[in-house]
């Protein structure tokens, strides 16, 4: 009986042990993916942050364009990301008409579109995507990687800081024909 008694005890010895290791490398894992959590939701409330230096080099052969830096003034850091871009592009001497970056109004859209026109967000109305930055030109959309506003695209996915970045390209029928807009709306939820 002794014999079955110490069987028993080594049994339930060696399933306690085992169960506590299952059991901390569980602890280990969720204090991982907790820790990973908490860096990932610090870094979405912080500001998008723009390396000028990132810019500058990604631009640098492209000859000066006329350009304007629009913002949505719903996101959070929007003004803030829309003011580096405008004082980064002008230092390189890419020329504008503002005197800084301002925020988006809605348009009135195509005549036959007026009436849902105003539903879209105004990062949409003025041509770009309804998150992230946006470079738009009168048109039409171009695929070639060397035209100016597709290097400028590029530029801006590449020295944009942000856990998640989108950079969009889109088109306004109503913009003067050779400027290039930037918009930089909100953070992709």
Do not use: C
């Amino acid at each position: 009986m002794a014999g079955v008694k110490e069987s028993y005890w080594e049994k339930d010895r060696t399933e306690s042990a085992e169960r506590i290791a299952d059991l901390t490398t569980q602890g280990d894992i969720a204090r991982k993916e907790t820790a990973q959590a908490k860096l990932e939701l610090q870094q979405l409330r912080f500001p998008r942050r723009l390396d000028f230096e990132k810019l500058k080099a990604a631009i640098q052969g492209v000859p000066p364009q006329f350009f304007e830096v629009l913002y949505d003034q719903s996101a959070a850091d929007g003004s803030g990301l829309a003011f580096n871009i405008f004082v980064a592009l002008a230092s390189i001497g890419w020329r504008t008409d503002q005197k800084l970056p301002a925020p988006l109004t809605p348009q009135q859209g195509p005549a036959d579109l007026r009436d849902v026109y105003q539903l879209l967000p105004l990062t949409q109305q003025a041509g770009g995507s309804a998150w992230g930055v946006s470079v738009v030109t009168k048109g039409p959309i171009s695929e070639d990687p060397k035209v100016p506003e597709r290097i400028l695209g590029t530029a801006l996915l590449e020295s944009v800081a942000s856990p998640i970045q989108m950079v969009g390209g889109g088109k306004d029928d109503t913009m003067p024909a050779g400027k290039i807009r930037v918009i930089v709306g909100p953070k992709l939820p």
